[in-house]
């Protein structure tokens, strides 16, 4: 199932600037879709515009899945780490 992330239309000529004293253009769809095999959620929307009301829109998409071996970690003051071992919640010292 695709999940339709951002839903976009373009104009269908884009050879010749746009005039405004020609009629409007015709804008056909072109939606953003996920394609990832694992589900993701949305963690971030960023939409930006400048003076001709061209928009621009970041998406930061997040994963939540289990840590392996190798992973990489790091806290939120600097402090890095390599996942080397993984242990049953029974066994987890903390």
């Given at each position: 199932?695709?999940?339709?992330?951002?839903?976009?239309?373009?104009?269908?000529?884009?050879?010749?600037?746009?005039?405004?004293?020609?009629?409007?253009?015709?804008?056909?769809?072109?939606?953003?879709?996920?394609?990832?095999?694992?589900?993701?959620?949305?963690e971030k929307v960023m939409v930006s515009s400048n003076a001709e009301d061209s928009f621009l829109i970041k998406l930061l998409l997040r994963q939540t899945r289990r840590p392996e071996i190798g992973d990489k970690f790091s806290s939120r003051h600097g402090q890095k780490g390599v996942t080397g071992r993984a242990y049953l919640d029974i066994l987890a010292l903390f």
């Open positions: 199932m695709l999940q339709v992330l951002v839903n976009k239309s373009m104009p269908t000529v884009t050879l010749n600037p746009i005039n405004p004293l020609q009629a409007q253009p015709e804008y056909r769809e072109v939606p953003l879709l996920y394609k990832g095999p694992v589900p993701s959620y949305v």
